[in-house]
Every structure is written in C-alpha cells, then in structure tokens.
C-alpha cells in the first residue's frame, strides 16, 4: 500500500461514478478533497496505485462475491487468492463466469507469501478462520467474514458454536462492522468482524428504533427467510434441489447461532438485556434475505414516530433506505446490490408494528458489507466499488 497517495489525484467521474447525487456525497464526507485515483483497468494487481488485496476463499460464495465487487473497484487490486480442496485450480475451473477476469490462480493458505498485501477479505468456515487470522502477519488490515470475532464474550462464543475461543486476544481486538452503525471504530480497526447476513438485517431496522426508546425490547419476534447461498457452497444433502425446491424450511428452530449475535447488538442499543424469539427459513431462491420483525411500540408511539425515527437515521445513508409510506420492500429489489430496504407497517393489534428489513444475503449480508468496511479501514469513500443496480 506504500504506493499509494490518499491525497490530491484526480477522480475520473465518469468511470467511478454516474451519478452526480453519489459524486457530491463522496466530495462531502472527504471535505471536498477528492482522494482517490481510478486505475484504468479494474481489478488489476498489477496497478501501481492498487492496494493488494488476499482474497482468502476464494473458491466459495462470499469469495467469489468479493471478486465480482473488486472487478468494479478502482483502487482495490487482487494479488493472491486461497482455497481448500480447490487449491491448484484456476478460477475458471471454480466459477466459469469469473473467467473474464485477468486472476491468480487459486492456492493453498499455507503457500500464500502476505508480504506484499496489504489486506486480506477471510471468506472462509467459522471454527476454522480464529487459528488461520492467528497465523497472518500483523500488518495486514483484516475484513473476516465469518462469525468467528463477532461476539465479544468469548465464553457466549463457546456456548452457540460449540467449542472454546482460540484466539482471544485478538478477539479482543476485533471492532464490530455493522457499517452504518459503528462507523467511527471502523475507521481504525485493523480486524473487523463482519456481521452475519440475518443480524445485518435486524439490527439495521430496530438499532436506530431501540435506541431512540420507540419500541419495547420485550417481545420482539423476527422470521426471517434466505436463500440458499447463505449457506455455503459445500454440498450437503439438506441443500440438494429436490430438498429445497417447491418449499420452505425452518431450521434452527429455538436455537439458532445467530441469536446471541442480534442480542448483543440490540443490547447495546438499548444499554441492557435484549432477547429475541428469532426463527430462519430457507426459501427456494440462489440469494436475498427478508427479515420480518413483530415489535411492541413504547406507550404512547405511534406507527409514524417509527416512520419518522428510521427515515431519520438514515436519510444520509447510501445503503439502507426507508420506503415511501406502504411500499413493501422485497428481495428482488436488491439483489447483486449492497443495499437494505426497510418500511415499517401497523399490525392490526392495537400497539404493534411490523417491520420488513430485504438485504441481498452475498452482498450487504457478507461481501459488499465487507468491501463498505475495507474502504472505511483504508481511507477510501465508502462506497467505492459498490455502484450496482439490482439484478431484478
Ligand atoms: N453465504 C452467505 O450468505 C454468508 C456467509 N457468511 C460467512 O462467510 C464465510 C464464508 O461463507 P461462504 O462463502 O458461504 O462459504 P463456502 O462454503 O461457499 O466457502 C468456503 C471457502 O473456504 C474454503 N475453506 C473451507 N475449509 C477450509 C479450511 N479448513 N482451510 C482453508 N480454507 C477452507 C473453501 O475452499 P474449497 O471450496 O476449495 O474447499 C471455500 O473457498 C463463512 O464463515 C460464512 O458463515 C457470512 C454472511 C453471509
Ligand atoms: C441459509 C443459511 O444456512 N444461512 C446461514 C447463515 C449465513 C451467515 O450469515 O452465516 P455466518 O454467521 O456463518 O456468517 C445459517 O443459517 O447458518
């Protein structure tokens, strides 16, 4: 990264962005100096302005999820990529529609030289990423997608993932990188644990909402539903199409990992004690997440405070958006996008309101999360590389 100049290099609007709107925002978060460069090929790590990015599985769906957004980032270039049982192979054997793409080929982690990286994306199983991010040199910025750093208690993490913390130092380290919500520790984390898919898109909704005193942190039920890329590419028998196809599935029923992951947020916001009822389905579709939160209102609140607190929290947020007054958000809306959409309804009962949270579970669920984060770390405006429409 020592090649780089953060300041004073010119912005090539058109090739970054095309929409004046995002332009003006990126000029006002970094005081009107623009400080970044577009290399004229994307993604390439040859780039003397790039900063050398490790892709660490890169064989799997977050991986590959974190290879298309750098394809479109004009300061990130990919200087090494890892998998396991696909060490060896070109990225085209793994995922032909990546094959455009001038990449390294796939390796080993322990024939990986990190000296001349600057920050790694760890795309790979929880239980295995504490002993591997151990074993990484210390200069290495460090964005882990698994859920290996993300909960501070490490006696909590030995109790959902059934086996004791091996790296609590560095857990203690690690900053949280719910992006909209703790931006400023971000900035100088040096290992961000990235949030999981279904907490990004229940705390996104109900942070700002608890935090404001709005609704009661009792009874809140959250069913929520992701397609089946959220669960790895490894091939499991539950995940056959036949098994998953013309229906729907819960799992995790009462018990789910990500439970004490929402709880810790939601008590931070609240400054006490959360506990959800919080149900996953998988549903038959490649990628999306819709969570939908039963809550109680605060005595005296009324649907349109909600309305009002959320548009509010967010109203200079690029990512997560409140839709207008009745429309229901829905997953095809963000797919392939780094975006949250959120409305909030009255239920029938008197007193409670139900809220819709959509997020692509790839992409603001784990990868474009996880770039948000990077960027943030780096110095760079944090929507570089992430311009996408929906797929629809
Ligand atoms: N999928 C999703 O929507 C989300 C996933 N996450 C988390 O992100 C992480 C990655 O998930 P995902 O991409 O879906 O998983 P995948 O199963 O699709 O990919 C896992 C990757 O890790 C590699 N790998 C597996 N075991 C090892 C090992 N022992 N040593 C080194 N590399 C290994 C695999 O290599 P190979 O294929 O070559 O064996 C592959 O590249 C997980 O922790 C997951 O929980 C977080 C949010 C959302
Ligand atoms: C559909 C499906 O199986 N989803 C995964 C969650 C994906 C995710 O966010 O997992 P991490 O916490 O490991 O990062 C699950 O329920 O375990």
Redesign the pocket.
């Known amino acids: 990264m020592s090649a780089i100049s953060f300041s004073s290099v010119c912005f090539s609007r058109g090739h970054c962005w095309n929409n004046p709107k995002e332009f003006g925002k990126v000029r006002k978060q970094q005081g009107g100096k623009l400080l970044v460069k577009c290399s004229s090929k994307s993604g390439n790590p040859s780039s003397q302005n790039a900063v050398r990015v490790g892709v660490?599985?890169?064989?799997?769906?977050?991986?590959?999820?974190v290879l298309r957004l750098l394809a479109n980032h004009p300061q990130f270039g990919i200087a090494l990529m890892?998998?396991?049982?696909?060490?060896g192979?070109p990225i085209s054997s793994?995922f032909p529609h990546l094959s455009t793409r001038d990449l390294p080929d796939?390796i080993?982690?322990k024939d990986a030289n990190f000296s001349d990286v600057d920050a790694v994306f760890?795309?790979?199983?929880?239980?295995?990423?504490q002993e591997?991010i151990k074993g990484l040199p210390k200069h290495l910025k460090i964005v882990?997608?698994?859920?290996?750093f993300r909960l501070r208690d490490i006696s909590e993490y030995e109790e959902w993932y059934g086996q004791p913390h091996r790296a609590p130092d560095l857990q203690k380290e690690a900053i949280y990188g719910l992006t909209e919500v703790l931006r400023e520790e971000i900035k100088n984390a040096r290992l961000v644990a990235?949030?999981?898919?279904y907490p990004?898109s229940v705390q996104l909704p109900l942070v700002p909402l608890i935090k404001a005193s709005l609704i009661e942190i009792k009874n809140i039920i959250i069913d929520a539903k992701?397609?089946v890329?959220?669960?790895?590419?490894?091939a499991k028998e539950n995940l056959l199409f036949t098994e998953v196809t013309e229906g729907l599935n819960s799992y995790g029923v009462t018990r789910h990992r990500h439970v004490p992951e929402i709880e810790q947020g939601l008590a931070e916001a609240a400054g006490s004690k959360v506990t959800v009822s919080f149900t996953p389905h998988l549903i038959p579709m490649s990628?999306g997440?819709q969570s939908t939160i039963y809550v109680e209102m605060a005595p005296g609140v009324r649907i349109e405070d909600l309305y009002q607190q959320l548009k509010l929290s967010y109203e200079d947020e690029e990512f997560v958006s409140v839709l207008e007054n009745g429309v229901i958000p829905r997953t095809h809306s963000v797919k392939g996008t780094n975006y949250c959409l959120i409305n909030v309804f009255p239920d029938r009962i008197p007193g409670r309101a139900i809220i819709i949270s959509v997020i692509d579970?790839?992409v603001k669920?784990?990868?474009g999360q996880a770039l948000q984060n990077l960027n943030l770390i780096l110095g760079f405006p944090e929507n570089l590389g992430l311009h996408y429409l929906p797929l629809f």
Do not use: F, W
């Open positions: 660490l599985g890169a064989s799997g769906y977050t991986g590959s999820e890892t998998a396991d049982r696909k060490a192979q793994v796939l080993a982690i760890c795309c790979l199983p929880h239980g295995t990423t591997i882990d997608l698994s859920a290996d990235n949030p999981g898919c990004t992701s397609g890329s959220g669960a790895g590419r490894s990628r997440m579970n790839l669920g784990a990868s």
